[in-house]
């Protein structure tokens, strides 16, 4: 079955600096790829997402690329602000079905 | 905004008790699942459900797990005989024609 990688488990940087976090999956029938936003106590929010159609999107001061050859996708934060602090996942789905989750990625941002 | 709401928050229970898991997902939605996060770990698929049945379940949903729509709203989820290893937080989800899923707050399982 499908396995997804991430990585650093932890990311610290100084606000204003970029955050990059990387994820790779196994199953290249994988063909939609969420990032969830997950605050203390409360659970996975999406905060972008992108199809096996599109290698980059982007919202704002987030973007995300993929490179379907290599089997990663990326999530950047640009600009980080103390309120991005919280620990990323990134997801492999095949046509937005079950999402199988990485392990997670805590980011802190100091001011 | 539409959310999906769980209910409780949090769950204490007994070794060998039953418990359900109380999910109301998003009014138009048509497929629901159940995740589980042990704490420090990663979000687990554990079932999907579309049109009134299972569509696909892991292996952690073993004979233990059961899940039901049984009205037009709600969507839960059954553990008949709770074991320790069974604490984590249950995150109900819900999405229309395979669309971006939706989750809830959880439903934090404490198993003593």
């Known amino acids: 079955g499908e396995n997804v990688e991430q990585h650093p488990s932890t990311l610290s940087v100084q606000e204003g600096d970029s955050a990059v976090i990387k994820c790779t999956y196994s199953?290249?029938?994988?063909?939609?790829f969420p990032w969830y936003k997950q605050e203390l106590g409360k659970g996975p929010q999406l905060i972008i997402d992108?199809?096996?159609?599109?290698g980059e999107k982007k919202d704002q001061r987030i973007a995300v690329t993929l490179n379907k050859t290599a089997k990663h996708f990326s999530l950047h934060i640009t600009e980080t602000q103390p309120e991005d602090s919280a620990v990323y996942f990134c997801?492999?789905?095949?046509?937005?079905?079950?999402?199988?989750f990485g392990t997670g990625t805590r980011l802190q941002v100091f001011p | 905004e539409p959310e999906v709401t769980q209910t409780p928050s949090h769950q204490v229970t007994q070794m060998g008790q039953e418990v359900i898991l109380r999910c109301v997902p998003i009014?138009?939605?048509?497929?629901f699942y159940w995740y589980r996060q042990i704490l420090g770990q990663k979000v687990e698929f554990l079932v999907s459900?579309?049109?009134?049945?299972?569509?696909?379940k892991s292996e952690i949903f073993d004979d233990q797990f059961s899940v039901e729509r049984p009205d037009g709203s709600n969507f839960t989820l059954k553990i008949r005989s709770t074991k320790l290893e069974d604490s984590a937080m249950y995150f109900c989800?819900?999405?229309?024609?395979?669309?971006?899923?939706?989750f809830g707050a959880g439903t934090r399982l404490s198993v003593l």
């Open positions: 997801a492999a789905s095949k046509n937005t079905d079950k999402l199988i």
């Open positions: 199953d290249s029938a994988s063909n939609y």
């Open positions: 992108i199809r096996s159609n599109v």
């Open positions: 009014s138009n939605h048509l497929y």
């Open positions: 459900f579309y049109n009134n049945e299972i569509s696909e």
């Open positions: 989800a819900s999405n229309l024609a395979k669309n971006i899923q939706y």
